[in-house]
Each structure stands twice: as structure tokens, then as C-alpha cells.
């Protein structure tokens, strides 16, 4: 039976399955639509019109957060991307599935030709098989894109706070219940001011890292646009005193919950104040008590030489997660407009 599929942009009427996350959902497209990205939909049907499946995918600039500043750059530097996905009915047979997604990547590279993207690049579902990973990878070989290997560390949430608890390293269980003692609290949520206290903590560690800050109209746009949703969520661990010391942001939707921008102050770099260990405790049994399955700490390399890096994946590794794999796919748009776009960006901005 042959399949069609389809751009729009408006979400479907119903989405045929529950999605992976919050980045398939339909209120995610608001958020998209604040960050000066362009919402698409991809629909695949079957010869009778029956809707298998869904892809929420979005057309933005290279850097969104810097976007092009001259009319002719925007127009040139524009890519598409996706965030998880696809969301397919349930019960479909394994060669369904196979021409499900066989449909979906040649349209998106017959679309990144009719509409000169510079690229497409898809980001799966963060937690694939060996098979499905082998399975997406010969497909994506067929359509003309490339693969990239991509781990992350998954929390899967447990029904009870003491199974939640045990699951931690004894050093982060050390550290938390010391952060209590301290007189450390966290705080949820909190409106535009506690918003700005965690920016402040944000240039603070954008400071200490030696990376450029991301603008505070980044931050703003986030919240307003996920306002009257249940997706952006911030977390705040503050002394005694109500003065913040680490901060986080957690996006949450479909039972799966991303942590986006954890902060951390000076202070507590040098005092050795554990409020960190604490708030990511919280964060995780708030995820546990709202009924999340799962907490994904963004990304994953295990594998990594760099120190920090190492650091990182140190941290991340302490909390009872696991290392879970997926797949980036990458198609290259024509190098004329690749080119183009690299020297407007170059001369123009």
C-alpha cells in the first residue's frame, strides 16, 4: 500500500499516539514560533487517508540564539530541524513502521531541495534499540543522509521517594542531606523575578566557563511563550538568606522531563556549599511525584579525553541513570546555497 506525506503548518487535529516528549507536542510549537523559528508538520498517510504518523519539525537559522541581522541572510542561512520523533500509531507491523519512515525521510530531502534548506538535521528519540538504531540507520543511508551516534543519561523514575533515594550514589545522598542541614531550600517556579535572579546566577556561570551569555530576551521569551502550560518549569536553591546559588531549568511533557541550564554562583564554587546536589535531588522527585517517567540530563560522552568533560559526565552518571543511545540524521542542502549563505553571513550578518 503506498504512502503520501505531506508539510503543513498547522498541527494535526489529534496526534495519533501519545509523543516521546514535550518536543513533539503541539504547545511546543508557541515556544518555536517565539524564537523566530518556523513550525512544520509532516503527516504520513496511507492510500485511504488514514494518519500513521506525525513529525513536528521547525525551519531556523544556523544560530537561533544570534540569529542573521540582513533580510537577504535570513532568507539564505535556513535550515530544518527536529527534536525527537516521529509519533506513529501503536500496532503498526515492523515493515509499516520501515515505510513509515522510509516516506518521511524522502520527503524531508525532496523538501530540503524544493526549498533550499542549507540541511536537515533530526534528532531521534533519545532512547533506541540496537535494532531500531541498525534499522534507522539503513534507511536514513537510502535517503541520502548520514548518521551520528548520540548518548544521553536517562533518570527512569521509580513509584516511591525512598526507591528514588537508594538509586543515588552514597557521595550525592551525603550531599544533599548536608545541603539540608545548611539551611539550603528550594523553591519552584516563581514568576519574572525569580527568572531574573536565575539569569543573574546564568552570566555568573557563563563568566566562570568563558562562554558568551545568551541574551536574557532568550530566557523571557521561554517563559511567556510556555505561559498557561505545564512545559518550562525553574528551579532555584537558595541559603538562608533567599539569595540563589544554583539554578535550573527543566522543560516536562508526555511523562519525559529535560534539564535545560543548570547555574551555578561563585559562592557556592568556593564554599563547597552543596546546594546544587540538592536541587537536582528535587527536581528529580518533583518529576517522580507529578508522574514523569523519566529525567534526561541533555547528552551524554562517556567515552570523552577532556577533563571537563569527564567532570560532566561524572556528575551526571551519580544520579541512578543510565547511558542511553539514539542517532542524529543529517542531510546537506546543495553547496551553492550552503555556499551563499556562508558568505552572507560573512559580509552581510
Known amino acids: 500500500m503506498s504512502l503520501v506525506a505531506e508539510f503543513q503548518r498547522e498541527p494535526p487535529a489529534r496526534l495519533p499516539a501519545v509523543p516521546m516528549s514535550h518536543f513533539q507536542a503541539p ?17 504520513v498517510r496511507d492510500a485511504p487517508h488514514r494518519l500513521l504518523a506525525t513529525w513536528l519539525m521547525f525551519e531556523t537559522p544556523a544560530n537561533y540564539l544570534r540569529p542573521p541581522r540582513h533580510r537577504l541572510t535570513r532568507r539564505l542561512d535556513n535550515m530544518l530541524m527536529t527534536i525527537h520523533g516521529p509519533c506513529q500509531i501503536p500496532n503498526l507491523t515492523a515493515a509499516k513502521i520501515g515505510a513509515v519512515r522510509r516516506t518521511a525521510l524522502d520527503a524531508i530531502a525532496h523538501e530540503t531541495a524544493v526549498r533550499g534548506w542549507t540541511a536537515a538535521v533530526l534528532a531521534l528519540d533519545p532512547d533506541l534499540s540496537g535494532d531500531q538504531i541498525a534499522a534507522w540507520s539503513a534507511l536514513a543511508r537510502q535517503s541520502g543522509f548520514t548518521t551520528v551516534p548520540l548518548a544521553t543519561y536517562l533518570a527512569d523514575l521509580p513509584a516511591s521517594e525512598t526507591e528514588l533515594f537508594t538509586k543515588l550514589k552514597p557521595d550525592r545522598r551525603t550531599k544533599i542531606r548536608n545541603a539540608e542541614k545548611a539551611g539550603i531550600e528550594v523553591i519552584r517556579d516563581g514568576g519574572d523575578e525569580a527568572l531574573r535572579r536565575y539569569y543573574r546566577l ?148
Open 27 to 43: 504547545a511546543y510549537a508557541p515556544l518555536l514560533l517565539r524564537y523566530g523559528q518556523t513550525p512544520l508538520w509532516l503527516l
Open 202 to 349: 546564568r552570566c555568573e556561570t557563563s563568566r566562570h566557563n568563558a562562554t558568551p551569555a545568551i541574551p536574557w530576551e532568550h530566557f523571557a521569551d521561554t517563559a511567556a511563550a510556555c505561559s498557561g502550560t505545564d512545559i518550562f518549569h525553574l528551579f532555584l536553591a537558595c541559603d538562608a538568606d533567599s539569595v540563589p546559588l544554583a539554578g535550573q531549568i527543566a522543560f516536562a511533557g508526555a511523562g519525559y522531563v529535560y534539564l535545560s541550564g543548570v547555574a551555578l554562583s561563585d559562592r557556592a564554587r568556593q564554599s563547597g556549599i552543596p546546594a546544587n546536589d540538592l536541587l537536582q535531588w528535587r527536581v528529580l522527585n518533583w518529576a517522580r511525584e507529578n508522574g514523569h517517567r523519566v529525567v534526561d540530563f541533555a547528552g551524554a560522552q562517556p567515552a570523552s579525553t577532556d577533563p571537563k568533560q569527564q567532570a560532566i559526565d561524572a556528575f551526571k552518571a551519580r544520579w541512578g541513570t543510565r547511558v542511553a543511545h539514539s542517532l542524529r540524521l543529517e542531510l546537506h542542502g546543495s553547496r551553492t546555497r550552503r555556499a551563499a549563505a556562508a558568505l552572507a553571513r560573512r559580509v552581510l550578518g
